[in-house]
């Protein structure tokens, strides 16, 4: 789960902030 969404990251330049929400979404 986690690799893809550091895919996410580098293919749509998610910012940090952006990042943490998806990990509270997902968590």
């Known amino acids: ?3 893809l969404i550091q ?3 580098k293919y749509t330049s998610i ?3 952006d990042y ?3 990990i ?3 968590g």
Request: charged fraction near 25%; charge should be positive; avoid cysteine.
């Open 1 to 3: 789960m986690i690799r």
């Open 15 to 17: 910012k940090h902030i």
């Open 20 to 22: 943490q929400l998806l």
């Open 7 to 9: 895919r996410l990251l």
């Open 24 to 26: 509270d979404s997902f």
